[in-house]
């Protein structure tokens, strides 16, 4: 089933620009929401990730805004470069727990355009 | 620091042959260990986890099985590939003292004819 709903499925901006990517969730438990990078052909990087004890998190370009209300959570890429192009997963898990439960969303392939 | 490896990168394979694939983790003792299987343009599928050696669990039932011979060690098998396992699959881990941040391998992309 799916838990984490992601949109826009694609996303094209122009150079200095930003890219804003949403996920919803659906289970209340969930409390750790990651986002990932994923590079054609390479295996996913965390980006950044929020816990729902704050409703913003900034590192660089990069910054999570979490809505725990409206379940949902975005990121936002702040002055967009040709080398951001993408694919963006969010995620969503519940822990700490050694065994998994990280639900992810479909991905979001980003284009920068110079 | 930690690194993960997977091999092999890439592999073409006949429908009905065997499939190994390996992953290992260094630079931590204890991790948690998890295999996904990405299809083209979607998401990632959980398809095994481990929290240790010997200790499987299967989220999906196919036609793949997964076993831990050691601590840091991951394999994803099978005994006959089916056309439908192709894609790109993705072994990850995670430290039990921070199991929820889980940090991916280069992948192998599997393509089976």
């Known amino acids: 089933q799916q838990q984490v709903k992601q949109s826009p499925q694609s996303l094209i901006v122009q150079k200095g620009g930003i890219s804003i990517i949403n996920c919803a969730y659906e289970n209340t438990a969930f409390d750790y929401f990651p986002w990932y990078q994923q590079f054609p052909g390479k295996g996913p990087a965390l980006l950044i990730a929020?816990?729902?004890?704050?409703s913003e998190k900034k590192e660089g370009r990069f910054t999570i805004s979490f809505n725990k209300s409206a379940k949902q959570f975005s990121l936002h890429i702040m002055d967009s470069q040709p080398g951001d192009s993408a694919t963006y997963f969010c995620?969503?898990?519940?822990?700490?727990?050694?065994?998994?439960?990280?639900?992810f969303g479909a991905g979001t392939r980003l284009t920068v355009k110079p | 620091s930690q690194t993960i490896h997977q091999w092999p990168a890439t592999l073409v394979q006949p429908v009905g042959s065997p499939l190994s694939l390996e992953c290992t983790v260094e630079?931590?003792?204890?991790?948690?260990l998890y295999w996904y299987r990405q299809a083209a343009g979607r998401g990632l599928q959980l398809l095994f986890y481990?929290?240790?050696?010997?200790?499987i669990s299967s989220e999906v039932p196919q036609n793949l099985s997964a076993s831990r011979p050691q601590d840091r060690q991951f394999i994803l098998s099978s005994k006959k590939l089916l056309l439908s396992d192709s894609g790109f699959y993705l072994c990850a881990w995670s430290s039990g003292g921070a199991p929820n941040e889980q940090f991916f391998g280069p992948g192998t992309r599997l393509t089976v004819l």
């Open positions: 929020i816990r729902p004890d704050v």
């Open positions: 481990s929290v240790g050696i010997g200790q």
């Open positions: 630079g931590t003792s204890n991790p948690n």
């Open positions: 995620a969503a898990s519940k822990g700490p727990r050694r065994d998994n439960d990280m639900r």
